[in-house]
C-alpha cells in the first residue's frame, strides 16, 4: 500500500485511515483531499460498501493511490470498517466517515496525545459542522440515565467550549484513532450493529480491558450532520432505537438492564410511535416500533448471554 502523504524518504506512516462509503461518491473527494494533505503520513482504505453510484471509479480515477476495497454490498458501518481493519499493519487505525474533512494538523495532534496517553486505546477530538464550524458538533460520547448515547457539548458554541484535553467515556466513529493493539485486545466492532452505538460498544468493551478514552480538544475536524442516512430519518431512528436496546444489554448493570429494556420498548411503542403518528409521520411510527421490538430481542438475548457467564 501507499501512503497518500509521505513529508520525507525517512518518515514511516505510523497510522492507517479507514473510510465506509456506501453511495458516498459526492461526499469522498473532500473527506479524501483532507486526508492527503495530513501532515503526517498515513496510509488510506476506502471501503466501497456496495456503492452503485461510481465510487469504485471516482476513487480509481481521482485518488489512484488510495487503496480501494469493495464489498459486495451494504454491510453497515462496523462490518466495512471491520473488513479492512482486519488487514491493518500500522500501529493506529483512523476512522474517518466519508463526510467528515480533517483539517491539516489532526492526525499529528491525535498521534501526540496517544504518545502522551499511553493508557488509552481510543482518541477523538471536536467535531464541529460543516456547514457552520462555530457550532460543536461532538467533543466525545456520554451517555444518561438510561442508557442513551449522545454527543458531548453538542450544539455549544465553538467560542463557548471550556472543555480541555481529558478522559471521555467514548468516542464518537466519525473521526476516531484507535491503537491495532487495542483492537488485538477488546476486538473489532461488533457486527450485529448496522451503524450507530457500534463505536459506543467498543469503547466501554474498551473501557472494562483497561484501555481508555480522550479526547483532544484541538484535533479539529468538519462533519456534515446526519449526511449518510439523513437526520432525523426514519431509518436513522430504527438504527438508533435498535443500536440503543443493544448497548442497555451489554453493558449496563444487570439488575439495571432487566427493567429498563422493557420500559424502553414500552416507550417505543406507546408513546414515541403514537406521538409520530399525530404528526403524521407513519414511517417515524413504524420505526420506532421496530426499533423497539428488533433491539428488544437484541438486547434479550446479549443480557442472557451475560447472566450465563455468571
Partial sequence: MIPTS??????????????????????????????????????VTVVDNGSTDGTADL???????VQLLRLPRNAGYGRANN?????????FVVLVNNDVELSPDWLSRM????????????????????????????????????????????????RDLQRQDGPVLAVTGGAALLRTSMLRTVGLFDPAYFAYY??????????????????VRDAVARHRFGASFGPGSARQRFLLGRGHLRTVGLHEPIAKAAWL???????????KAPSELLRRRPMHAVAEVRAALSGGWSAATALAERIGRR
Fill in 198 to 215: 457500534e463505536d459506543v460498544d467498543l469503547s466501554l468493551r474498551a473501557k472494562a480491558s483497561g484501555f481508555g478514552s480522550y479526547y
Fill in 111 to 158: 498521534l501526540a496525545a496517544a504518545t502522551a496517553q499511553p493508557s488509552c486505546g481510543l482518541f477523538c477530538g471536536t467535531l464541529v459542522f460543516r456547514d457552520d464550524p462555530s457550532v460543536v458538533n461532538s467533543t466525545g460520547i456520554e451517555i444518561d440515565f438510561f442508557g442513551r448515547a449522545r454527543d458531548r457539548d453538542f450544539g455549544l458554541p465553538l
Fill in 83 to 91: 473488513e479492512a481493519m482486519r488487514s491493518v499493519a500500522a500501529e
Fill in 261 to 271: 429494556i422493557p420500559l424502553t420498548m414500552a416507550f417505543r411503542i406507546a408513546v
Fill in 6 to 43: 509521505i513529508k520525507g524518504p525517512d518518515e514511516i506512516a505510523h497510522a492507517h485511515a479507514v473510510v465506509p462509503s456506501w453511495n458516498g461518491a459526492h461526499l469522498l473527494p473532500e473527506c479524501l483531499r483532507a486526508l492527503a494533505a495530513q501532515t503526517a503520513p498515513l496510509w
Fill in 59 to 65: 476513487v480509481a480515477r481521482e485518488f489512484p493511490s
